[in-house]
């Protein structure tokens, strides 16, 4: 997930900051957890704070010439480029438009950055710059600048791509990550999970007998017909790195409440289940890419899972937990025998390398 196009989780800022002090940076600095929310708390966010940049959401939210505008972009090296359900082009384009979506933002225009390792393949360039234009067609949203780099053979990974994008804040809606409020019900638009097996599933030496697909799409009609049917939702956030659990923490740290989930009530595919059991993984922390998190007045929680569930994709809509008075940032896990697990922020690094 991120925070002002820094990937990571952040809580509500406070004095003093603290002090970053490890001497090399590690995968799990962006990984979406602890080590991510050291790395933009204590390093990135003193250098460039703003006040656009300390409301902490999926993009920047800027007042232009009485215009509200979202700003948002992110990087991609995903490996492997290609995995069932989509690829790297297909991604970048999702994973921008999303961020703008949980900004609740139409998109105006994307950009796309390329950089290349020497030797890469131009029919794997060639499928992945028409999997991107087709991904933004559908949208629809318009590609309309970008910049290309090309690295020597071997200072590279094949190919990275960062996409930024631009959109306009629906008129009336109002939705940031420090807008959850006691009482507030918790929705989920899909099953969790998706994303992060399928990509391990297409990894080298570790490929599994599944039929798995990442849930990689563009969220936008879902987003569309909720906002519709509930204009006052508080707050969006897609769950990428760190997943589920991550997304709750931030929430709940920036919003200062707690939250509450059921176990069972989170929607996880059986085979998702099954694979995460054999390699060792907690489903709730697993990336998706074309689900969200919406926390919305409980008045309006069954309205709103209806209007995602007659959305193609929304059909697993559901509500899952609610938002409490708190400690500000505790997250429970109501398990199916009654007890309460606490969850955190992603510690380490899960999955490296799954957008």
């Known amino acids: 997930m991120k925070i002002n196009g820094f990937e990571g989780a952040i809580g509500a800022l406070s004095c003093p900051l603290p002090v970053f002090e490890d ?57 492997p480029v290609f995995f069932p359900g989509g690829d790297i082009g297909s991604l970048a384009v999702h994973g921008t438009v999303n961020d703008l979506a949980m900004c609740g933002a139409e ?138 659990a991550t997304a709750l923490c931030e929430i709940a740290l920036s919003s200062g409440v707690g939250v509450t989930i059921d176990e069972a009530a989170v929607p996880v595919r059986p085979e998702v289940r099954a694979a995460c059991e054999l390699l060792g993984f907690d489903p709730l922390y697993v990336a998706c890419e ?15 899972v209806a209007a995602l569930r007659a959305v193609s994709g929304g059909e697993s809509a559901c509500r899952i937990g609610e938002v409490t008075t708190g400690p500000a940032g505790r997250v429970l896990l109501r398990t199916g025998i009654g007890s309460h697990r606490r969850l955190e922020r992603l510690s380490g690094e899960q999955l490296p390398r799954i957008c």
């Open 290 to 304: 074309g689900r969200f998190l919406a926390i919305v007045p409980n008045e309006g929680a069954d309205r709103a």
């Open 107 to 244: 998109p105006v225009a994307l950009s796309v950055a390329f950089v290349l390792e020497e030797g890469f393949p131009t029919a794997d360039l060639r499928r992945i710059v028409s999997s991107m234009a087709a991904a933004a067609s559908a949208c629809p949203v318009p590609i309309v600048t970008g910049d290309t780099k090309v690295v020597d053979r071997g200072k590279g990974d094949g190919i990275y791509v960062n996409t930024s994008g631009i959109g306009r804040v629906r008129r009336g809606i109002d939705v940031g990550p420090r807008r959850a409020r006691p009482g507030d019900a918790v929705l989920v638009s899909g099953p969790v999970g998706d994303h992060g097996i399928a990509v391990m599933s297409a990894r080298s030496g570790l490929e599994m007998e599944t039929s798995l697909v990442s849930d990689s799409a563009c969220v936008l009609p879902l987003v569309r017909a909720m906002l519709d049917a509930v204009p006052s939702t508080r707050t969006l956030r897609d769950p990428t790195r760190g997943g589920l």
């Open 23 to 79: 001497s090399i940076v590690q995968l799990a600095h962006g990984g979406g957890g602890r080590k991510s929310a050291q790395l933009i708390e204590s390093m990135f966010v003193p250098a460039f704070a703003s006040p656009a940049l300390e409301a902490l959401g999926d993009g920047a939210l800027l007042d232009v010439a009485g215009t509200r505008l979202a700003f948002s972009t992110d990087s991609f090296v995903v490996q």
